[in-house]
């Protein structure tokens, strides 16, 4: 009788311990599905602008040393005044479930000037269960005259290793390194020009850029007046 005992011992603590493995697989985690969804809000009682637009867009802010990378973004032509509801598509692929996850919003004229943007934290946890996001807005009282640089212009940065020159166009900035050129989409910023593809980010404020590639930061970089070019 021993070893039928043994025996079925020993089922039973595989079956527990199969038990306890399968709870600890990321299959029993909540499948993605795609898309957040949620609404965008102002406190203001101001019509929204006919011509205005709400961009709501999806970033990894898992390095709080580094800015948050682009993953996701979706433009809105509202009909309506807020709340006005999104349902951003991101590619379940491209996420980390052991990195975090935000939600920006912001909404623009028809220059692209900055009217409103959300300042508060809208993390998306994509561990749990899908919820709506109600993303509210924060009114930009004085934005920046100097955010965006003039399209078809051509301006030389100098940081502290690394020399490049940014060519902006309409949304768009081309990076232009001694080997290589990159161009990068705008995307919303509470402030300067920001420009990513999620793995490489250029982020102007007056004279003054952010510059990082292949996960490394380079710091202090300075617009140099004497290669700036124009078109």
């Not at 898309?35 to 990894?60: H, M, N, Q, W």
């Not at 690394?162 to 989409?185: C, D, G, H, S």
Request: charge should be positive; glycine fraction near 4%.
């Amino acid at each position: 009788m021993k070893p039928f005992h043994a025996t079925i011992a020993l089922l039973a603590v595989c079956l527990l311990a199969s038990g306890c493995a399968k709870k600890l697989q990321p299959d029993n985690l909540p499948a993605l599905s795609g898309y957040i969804t949620g609404s965008v809000a102002y406190r203001e009682r101001i019509a929204l602008p006919p011509d205005a637009k709400i961009v709501v867009s999806l970033e990894d802010v898992s390095r709080r040393d580094k800015s948050a990378a682009f993953v996701a973004q979706q433009t809105l032509r509202p009909s309506a005044q807020v709340p006005v509801l999104f349902n951003l598509r991101y590619i379940p692929s491209a996420i980390n479930r052991k990195h975090s996850y935000a939600v920006r919003a912001a909404i623009l004229d028809s220059e692209d000037e900055l009217m409103w943007a959300s300042t508060a934290s809208y993390p998306v946890l994509f561990n749990e269960p899908e919820k709506p996001l109600a993303i509210v807005m924060e009114r930009v009282i004085h934005p920046d005259p100097v955010a965006t640089p003039p399209v078809h212009t051509s301006i030389g940065y100098k940081c502290d290793e690394i020399e490049f020159i940014a060519k902006f166009e309409a949304n768009i900035v081309q990076i232009l390194l001694p080997a290589r050129t990159l161009t990068l989409p705008r995307v919303i910023s509470g402030s300067g020009a920001r420009y990513t593809d999620g793995v490489t980010t250029f982020w102007s404020k007056g004279d003054t850029a952010l510059f990082e590639m292949n996960g490394v930061s380079y710091k202090g970089c300075k617009a140099d007046p004497l290669p700036t070019l124009s078109k």
